[in-house]
């Protein structure tokens, strides 16, 4: 590996188990404006993605305009399924602990979404104030705008970042933003073959467990 100066994280799917849920709020909500969504097709279509791409996309599919009504229902079903249920994916806060590089958290969801989620896992003080949302660029994932922004506020140069995905999405952006990316499997959400997927997208390999991802960057420290 090149020389590396920051490791970018996505959040969703990577330091939280939280794609399987955020799926059957989606489908839920959506069920109220006449949209039957499976939760297979909501994966293959929005994981990874940011919520202004996934709204435009349902308005061009279905030629639906979705009310404020829709986003403060979903807001509600996700909170509270949170804080039910929303575990962090295991072993990242070791390897979290273990780095000496520099961190932070690149991810498609809002800032209030990534504030909450995280302090319920115990992560948002880990990266704190080095997490970026999708909200603060023009484009979301797969472009490549998000993570040249964070590698910007961090004075790192693209060339010099890890990204650590577990979406197509984001592998075709860390890769278009030229930068290096390792794949993720872990959460619940993935499929057998993801890291396959992922791995033929761009992501130089692809890891389960956070405990053997741990061990690949140790050779890396600086």
């Known amino acids: 590996m090149a020389k590396l100066d920051l490791i970018i994280f996505d959040c969703d799917g990577v330091l939280i188990d939280s794609e399987g849920i955020a799926l059957q709020v989606l489908c839920s909500a959506l069920k109220d404006y006449g949209v039957e969504l499976s939760l297979a097709e909501a994966k293959e279509r929005y994981v990874g993605r940011s919520e202004a791409s996934e709204v435009a996309d349902i308005k061009s599919r279905y030629n639906l305009e979705l009310p404020p009504s829709y986003f403060e229902k979903k807001q509600r079903l996700r909170m509270k399924m949170f804080e039910d249920s929303l575990r962090p994916i295991e072993g990242i806060a070791a390897l979290i602990d273990g780095l000496s590089f520099k961190k932070c958290v690149a991810s498609g969801s809002s800032l209030d979404r990534l504030h909450h989620s995280l302090g319920l896992v115990g992560l948002w003080s880990k990266f704190a104030p ?5 909200t603060q660029v023009k484009h979301g ?8 922004y964070a590698a910007a506020q961090m004075g790192v140069s693209p060339s010099s970042c890890l990204v650590i995905e577990d979406s197509v999405a984001g592998v075709q952006a860390a890769k278009a933003a030229g930068m290096k990316v390792l794949g993720f499997t872990g959460g619940s959400h993935c499929d ?9 997208e761009g992501a130089v390999a692809s890891y389960a467990h956070m405990s053997d991802l741990a061990k690949n960057l140790s050779f890396a420290s600086p």
């Open 130 to 134: 080095h997490i970026f949302s999708a």
């Open 141 to 148: 994932k797969p472009a490549p705008d998000l993570f040249l």
């Open 192 to 200: 057998i073959g993801h890291g396959d997927v992922l791995c033929r």
